[in-house]
C-alpha cells in the first residue's frame, strides 16, 4: 500500500537549535517526493522536492532534505531553526500518478 | 500572482444541510484538486480536474459529494446531505502541469467544515 510516515506528532526545540523531521515512505510513493509547510491560518506551502539526481535537496528558507534509497527515509533538517519557523511540516509522495500521498504531519515548536 | 483562493474560509452547518465550497485556481492552472483533512489525520485525496473534467475521483467519500468544475476554471464542492464525519478541513490545489511530471501544488488556505 502506498504510505508516507512521519513518525513524530510534534518536535519542540529551542531557538537556533538544530532540527530533523523524519519521513520515511513506501517504494510505491517513491517517484517524486515533497515537503510542505503549513502556517497558523494558511494553505500549504511547497518547501522542497525530489525529483531525481541529488540525492540531497535544498529547499526555501534554509530547510534541505536528504532522500535515502535503502533507508526509504527523506528527512528534512535545518542546521539552526528560528521562530518563525514554528509550523505544520506535511511529507508527501507520488508513485507516478497525479494523487499526492500525505503523511499526518508534524508540528514544529520552537521555543525561546 | 493571485494564489488559489477557496470560499468561505470557515463553515459550520447542522447533520442533514447542504453546503458548497468554492475554489478558485491559479490563472491559466488547468489541473484542480481537492483534499480533506480529518481532525489529527493526514490529508487525503478526494478528487483531480484537469481543466473540466474529472481525471480521477476515486478519492470521493461517497456520492454525497459532488465536485463540478463547469468551463474549467473554478470549482465547486458540495456536499449534500452532510453528517457529522465530514466534518474537517477542505483544501484545494492547482497546478500548471500534472504531478506526475513533478509539477507541485499550490494550495489554498482551506476551508474548515464543522458539521453539528
Known amino acids: 500500500a502506498q504510505s508516507v510516515t512521519q513518525l513524530d506528532s510534534q518536535v519542540p526545540v529551542f531557538e537556533e537549535a538544530p532540527v530533523e523531521l523524519r519521513c520515511n515512505y513506501s517504494?510505491?510513493?517513491?517517484?517524486?517526493l515533497f515537503w510542505y509547510v503549513q502556517y497558523p491560518n494558511q494553505g500549504l506551502q511547497l518547501l522542497l522536492k525530489y525529483l531525481s539526481g541529488s540525492t540531497l535537496v535544498k529547499g526555501i528558507n534554509g530547510f534541505e532534505a536528504e532522500f535515502n534509497k535503502s533507508q526509504t527515509s527523506f528527512h528534512l533538517r535545518k542546521p539552526s531553526v528560528h521562530i518563525s519557523d514554528t509550523a505544520e511540516y506535511f511529507c508527501a509522495g507520488t508513485g507516478g500518478g497525479n494523487k499526492l500521498t500525505f503523511g499526518t504531519g508534524t508540528q514544529l515548536k520552537v521555543e525561546l | 500572482e493571485a494564489g488559489v483562493t477557496q470560499f468561505p474560509s470557515h463553515s459550520v452547518i447542522e447533520k442533514g444541510q447542504t453546503v458548497t465550497l468554492r475554489c478558485d485556481p491559479i490563472?491559466?492552472?488547468?489541473?484542480l484538486y481537492w483534499y480533506r483533512r480529518v481532525m489529527g489525520k493526514e490529508i487525503k485525496f478526494l478528487l483531480h480536474?484537469?481543466?473540466?473534467?474529472?481525471?480521477?475521483e476515486s478519492g470521493m467519500p461517497n456520492n454525497r459529494f459532488l465536485a463540478e468544475r463547469t468551463g474549467g476554471t473554478y470549482s465547486t464542492l458540495k456536499v449534500q446531505p452532510a453528517e457529522l464525519e465530514d466534518s474537517g478541513v477542505y483544501f484545494c490545489?492547482?497546478?500548471?502541469?500534472?504531478?506526475?511530471?513533478?509539477?507541485?501544488?499550490?494550495f489554498g488556505n482551506g476551508t474548515r467544515l464543522t458539521v453539528t
Open positions: 517504494s510505491s510513493v517513491s517517484v517524486y
Open positions: 490545489a492547482s497546478s500548471q502541469d500534472q504531478v506526475h511530471g513533478g509539477s507541485p501544488l499550490h
Open positions: 480536474f484537469v481543466k473540466e473534467s474529472k481525471q480521477d
Open positions: 490563472s491559466g492552472h488547468d489541473n
